[in-house]
């Protein structure tokens, strides 16, 4: 890592090679359906980005609720290292809100943005001139407020060529000092989105003095290979999530770019500020705020990226390994140790286990752990590191401070009679229990939730896996809900599946409550459509 602040000032090549990397996580991440974080969550995710040397954080859209102003600002104060950005459509008062938040900030940034592909310039329905000129207006006052500006043209990928050269230019001249070319329906290829950028520095004035981003979602499963084509062709800065949360198939995953540039450094030598041993802490901390688990074979951070190790470990066959590994599991933040816990494994132990893991415990939240760990050391002979991961997560994902929490669960199924669940759970401030029939155990208990709470929530998704081998492993359990539109998740990890399920479905209806109260016509808050311009 350099010392240098990230934004440097974009005429100094002295660093050519140093890309930036921008991380929408609070933004672009928390915008896809479901993946709504409460306040603390979004300090504590941003904290994680600036420790870990992300260069630019995009922390909300100020103007969208009060609850995004709310967690720009107190971002915005919090950081130490990284510039903190606000998204901000191209209008006076949605820039004047974004400034307010973000000018708390020791490198404080405004990102301002409309839609200039055909498409999308039929939305305000302006024509060509009058959206020129609306950029020429929007950037210049961005630019008198905040000496840090990007500018992104939405759906660059699928604006003419020319029109894209021309709003560039313009967005240059009114001061912007980042342009951004985001590929928002995850349309464009490798070759396309490098002559993309090619074409603009080639061909638009100004444009050595500017760095270009490039921010680019998956639909078709390129948005790494996107992104890092850009930089090959001259971008300096990727736009990214962890994870690659994001809406529909999500956005370029920030732990492939920087592992890409750094495990193929040989031919494309470029370098970021990121410390990638802490990508494993935070991939797990955001798959539990967000409630979006990430897929097994999801590269760098899923469960069985580097499962291959172990097998050939059994079998003593690895005689050296580069032979299977192009990355070694510590440098993204996985312990190598293989150090099994059991119900004999001491508070001390159990701290330093969950910190290999990428968990800083507290002394309070160490003694609740601890009971849990404890709970689970006596179902289960060993526990194994992915044991603790999945403990973690659903003491994140179910609190003691939730309207819903499940309390005790009795299911008799099985005899050829319709299943039966009892369930006891706190509905607020009342402790109810309700006894409800179902086609087989799961159906019964989820009639029983039903039964206690009303809602309009249709499930989506149900998912089990198994988090490790054997008859006694815990079971995690996924939920997805839809209610009105809104979407949201719930996890939960057990030995008893039944009570997992049902976990992860209560979980799923606490969060599309906070969901409901949020976005109700009443609430303070209130939400703004990205598109209305
Ligand atoms: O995908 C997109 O176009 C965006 C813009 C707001 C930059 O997220
Ligand atoms: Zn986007």
């Not at 706190?426 to 179902?438: C, I, K, N």
Request: glycine share 8%; aromatic share 4%.
């Amino acid at each position: 890592m350099t010392d240098r602040p990230a934004d440097r000032p974009v005429t100094d090549r002295s660093e050519p090679n140093r890309v930036l990397i921008f991380d929408t996580t609070l933004r672009d991440g928390e915008q896809s359906p479901g993946a709504t974080m409460s306040h603390a969550e979004k300090l504590e995710i941003a904290q994680m980005l600036d420790e870990m040397g992300v260069d630019i954080i995009e922390a909300g859209f100020p103007i969208a609720s009060e609850g995004d102003f709310a967690a720009v600002s107190e971002i915005a104060r919090q950081a130490k290292n990284a510039v903190i950005c606000g998204l901000a459509r191209a209008q006076f008062p949605d820039i004047d809100r974004c400034w307010e938040a973000v000018r708390h900030a020791r490198q404080p940034r405004i990102h301002t943005f409309i839609g200039t592909s055909p498409l999308h310039r039929a939305i305000p329905n302006l024509d060509m001139d009058q959206m020129a000129d609306r950029i020429h207006q929007t950037v210049s006052h961005a630019r008198n407020l905040c000496d840090n500006v990007q500018w992104s043209p939405m759906d660059a990928t699928r604006t003419e060529r020319d029109y894209l050269c021309r709003v560039v230019e313009i967005a240059i001249k009114a001061g912007a000092t980042t342009i951004n070319i985001p590929d928002t329906v995850g349309y464009t290829a490798p070759r396309e989105s490098a002559e993309l950028i090619r074409m603009l520095l080639e061909r638009v004035p100004g444009a050595d003095d500017i760095i270009f981003a490039t921010h680019c979602h998956n639909d078709l499963g390129m948005a790494t290979a996107n992104s890092l084509a850009a930089v090959e062709a001259g971008a300096r800065q990727i736009e990214c999530t962890i994870n690659g949360l994001g809406e529909r198939a999500g956005n370029t995953a920030l732990e492939e770019v920087v592992m890409a540039l750094k495990v193929r450094h040989d031919i494309m030598p470029f370098t970021t500020g990121v410390d990638s041993r802490k990508i494993m802490g935070i991939s797990r901390r955001v798959a539990q705020v967000s409630g979006f688990p990430v897929q097994f074979n999801k590269a760098i951070v899923g469960k069985n990226a580097f499962a291959h190790e172990s097998g050939i470990h059994q079998d003593g066959m690895l005689k050296n390994a580069e032979t299977f590994e192009i990355m070694r599991p510590a440098d993204v933040g996985l312990s190598d140790t293989s150090l099994v816990m059991g119900k004999h494994s001491g508070r001390a132990a159990l701290r330093a286990k969950l910190s290999d893991l990428g968990y800083e415990l507290g002394d309070n939240q160490l003694k609740d752990v601890f009971v849990r760990f404890k709970e689970l050391a006596d179902r289960k002979k060993e526990v194994y590191d992915d044991d603790l991961v999945a403990l973690m997560q659903d003491s994140a994902a179910n609190t003691g401070s939730d309207f819903l929490q499940v309390k005790k669960l009795r299911v008799v199924c099985g005899g050829g009679e319709p299943a039966m669940a009892t369930l006891t759970m706190v509905v607020g401030d009342a402790e109810r229990t309700e006894t409800r029939q179902g086609d087989g155990p799961v159906d019964a208990a989820f009639n029983a939730v039903d039964a206690m709470f009303d809602h309009q929530g249709v499930l989506q998704l149900y998912q089990v896996h198994a988090v490790t081998e054997g008859t006694d492993a815990q079971a995690t359990v996924s939920v997805r809900m839809e209610e009105a539109g809104r979407i949201a998740t719930g996890q939960s990890a057990d030995t008893d599946t039944i009570l997992a399920s049902v976990k992860a479905y209560v979980g799923a209806l606490n969060r599309l409550k906070v969901r409901r109260e949020k976005t109700a016509p009443d609430s303070d808050t209130k939400s703004v459509s990205m598109y209305s311009h």
